[in-house]
């Protein structure tokens, strides 16, 4: 596993020192209201575990962390209604996919028009 920086804003969340705006949590995952939401819904959606990036998470985390993060995703899109109207999953990865938390996480978009997907450089 990549180092992890038990010291990120997400680690914190986790460990209660920074309150959030929780809108679905299980064994392993805890999903919150973004602080600068881009959309009507933009749900911040987290494992529990010390993963920095999804490669990370996905290489290194159990099936049960796994599934509880795929359940979770499913639990913020029924909560916030964006299943019928749609919605946008991103996960920022590193550098080049510019994350800036250092802790993996998906955001859920929706509620309204997402926009087209990234542009083909000239």
Same mark, same amino acid.
């Given at each position: 596993?990549?180092?992890? %920086? *038990? !010291? /990120? ?13 929780? #809108?679905?949590? /299980? ?5 919150? =209201?973004?602080?600068?939401? !881009? ?5 911040? #959606? ?5 993963? =920095? ?5 996905? &290489?290194? $985390? ?7 993060? @795929?359940?979770?995703?499913?639990? #913020?899109?029924?909560?916030?209604? @964006?299943?019928?109207? $749609?919605? &946008?999953?991103? @996960?920022? /990865?590193?550098? %080049?996919? *510019? !994350? ?7 955001? #859920?978009?929706?509620?309204? *028009? ?6 083909? !450089?000239?």
């Amino acid at each position: 596993m990549s180092d992890y %920086d *038990n !010291q /990120n804003i997400f680690a914190k969340i986790l460990r209660g020192e920074i309150p959030n705006d929780t #809108v679905f949590e /299980n064994a392993h995952t805890l999903a919150f =209201r973004d602080i600068e939401p !881009q959309r009507p819904t933009h749900v911040l #959606v987290i494992p529990k575990g010390p993963y =920095r990036t999804w490669h990370d998470f996905a &290489r290194d $985390g159990s099936k049960s962390e796994h599934s509880a993060f @795929v359940e979770a995703v499913a639990a #913020v899109t029924d909560a916030e209604s @964006v299943e019928s109207g $749609g919605y &946008r999953l991103v @996960v920022n /990865n590193g550098d %080049d996919g *510019n !994350q800036e938390v250092p802790h993996v996480h998906m955001h #859920v978009f929706g509620g309204a *028009n997402c926009g087209p997907m990234i542009k083909r !450089q000239s």
